[in-house]
């Protein structure tokens, strides 16, 4: 089962309120949170992946985003292929 809720802006709140915009992907029993930050450093993806009560999380520098949505799609594609 996989449930993707689209990206939405984050209204400012005491926790987490450097966030920007959000996302949600629901893959079975695991929730992975796609999350836009801003901080001192400029701005972050914050990716979450949600276990039970299990969480791990990647930062990855807004700036090398692109790089890192090609690098996917190309592992998407080999997978495709596979």
Known sequence: MYYRKAAQ??????????????????ADRKTFFIDLKSNARGRVVRITEKVSSNRDRIMVPAEILDDFIA?????RRVNNEG
């Open 71 to 75: 690098a996917l799609e190309d592992i």
């Open 9 to 26: 802006p984050r209204l400012p709140s005491t926790v987490d309120d450097d966030i920007i915009c959000t996302e949600k992907i629901i």
